[in-house]
């Protein structure tokens, strides 16, 4: 567009649209495996509770949004946080000393601190080309219309 100074505003409109699309299709999706697992969790107890059932109708409407991606991971964290919170607090309400809740021997224990685990970071190499993307096209943008308004 910008070698182009006969390019019209809708041309310019439709290429920048172009572009904010390539850029959302570069966007990683929002790792959501952590609030499936929570999800799984708190489905599996009994009898449930108007609370917990309303956790897991939260949860379940940040795992349906198909349209967050990596930059939304707060969202889903949050939302995997506050189930896990809801089903602690169902375990304290429902735990019987003659009848615990069984334990699934292959369910990681999250209370317990593994000083010695690392873990990576998830980073956002796609929001870095997205951010260049866009901020191309919005030069690009600026520069058509101040040749246009000369």
Known sequence: MQADPDATQQQVDDA?????????AAAKQADKSELEEAIKEAESL?????????????????????????MDQAIVDKAAQ????????????????????PEDPDKKDDNKKDNNKTTNTKTGEASTAAAGILLAAGCAAVLTRKRKNK
Do not use: F, G, M, S
Not at 47 to 64: C, M, N, R, S
Not at 85 to 94: D, L, M, Q, S, V
């Open 16 to 24: 920048t649209q172009r572009l904010i699309d390539a850029a959302k």
């Open 82 to 101: 506050d189930l896990k919170a809801a089903i602690e607090e169902w375990k304290k309400a429902h735990t019987d000393q003659t009848n615990p809740t």
């Open 46 to 70: 009994t009898p449930k509770t108007d609370e917990l059932d309303k956790a897991i109708e939260e949860a379940k409407k940040v795992l349906d949004d198909t349209t967050l991606t990596n």
